[in-house]
T-cell receptor, first 108, second 113 residues
Framework: DAKTTQPTSMDCAEGRAANLPCNHS???????VYWYRQIHSQGPQYIIH???NNETNEMASLIITEDRKSSTLILPHATLRDTAVYYC?????????FGTGTSLTVIP | GAVVSQHPSWVICKSGTSVKIECRSL??????MFWYRQFPKQSLMLMAT?????????EQGVEKDKFLINHASLTLSTLTVTSAHPEDSSFYIC?????????FGSGTRLTVV
């Protein structure tokens, strides 16, 4: 399973876009990139996932580089409720191996 | 959307006793469920993969005799922490593959005193 590198922490002003990077240079060809977030003392919440193409849903956008070695999760208009730890997880099967994630703090 | 329910949300038990945690898929069938453990200020660590009707697969370093997993139906997996000790105090989380993606339960906070 591919290892990931994410910033330990980030701040974002409320209402602004939050851009969370993830390096997954050892990702294999059949691994998707999943993004989950965890609000304190809760189970992880699914955000988005992709293989090669950029993806967008009601929560976020996922930009994957052409070589697939990195990706960026974009929360277009961050709110205080987006404060959480965000995990980028390359995975091809059922098993998810979580890295350390990025602790995002949205500031009023 | 698909929901995975865990019970109890929190439990306090005495050292040496056993504790059972339930994980249910509420509106879908899950042939495979996953159990994670999370210590304070750390990430989630995969403990085991629970397979309906067969033995669970444990990650390296996880004691299968201490963490008993039973997946007797397509909607229920249980994790029993046997002879619990204070170092087993942790946040235990299950997940399952639901239509539309992998869904996690809300977790169980175990405190062993």
């Amino acid at each position: 399973d591919a290892k990931t590198t994410q910033p330990t922490s980030m701040d974002c002003a409320e209402g602004r876009a939050a851009n969370l990077p993830c390096n997954h240079s050892t990702i294999s060809g059949n691994e998707y990139v999943y993004w989950y977030r965890q609000i304190h003392s809760q189970g992880p919440q699914y955000i988005i996932h992709g293989l090669k193409n950029n993806e967008t849903n009601e929560m976020a956008s996922l930009i994957i580089t052409e070589d697939r070695k990195s990706s960026t999760l974009i929360l277009p208009h961050a709110t205080l409720r987006d404060t959480a730890v965000y995990y980028c997880i390359p995975a091809r099967g059922n098993q998810f191996y979580f890295g350390t994630g990025t602790s995002l703090t949205v500031i009023p | 959307g698909a929901v995975v329910s865990q019970h109890p949300s929190w439990v306090i038990c005495k050292s040496g006793t056993s504790v059972k945690i339930e994980c249910r898929s509420l509106d879908f069938q899950a042939t495979t469920m996953f159990w994670y453990r999370q210590f304070p200020k750390q990430s989630l660590m995969l403990m085991a993969t629970s397979n309906e009707g067969s033995k669970a697969t444990y990650e390296q370093g996880v004691e299968k005799d201490k963490f008993l997993i039973n997946h007797a139906s397509l909607t229920l997996s249980t994790l029993t922490v046997t002879s619990a000790h204070p170092e087993d105090s942790s946040f235990y989380i299950c997940s399952a593959r639901a239509p539309g993606g992998y869904t996690f339960g809300s977790g169980t906070r175990l405190t062993v005193v």
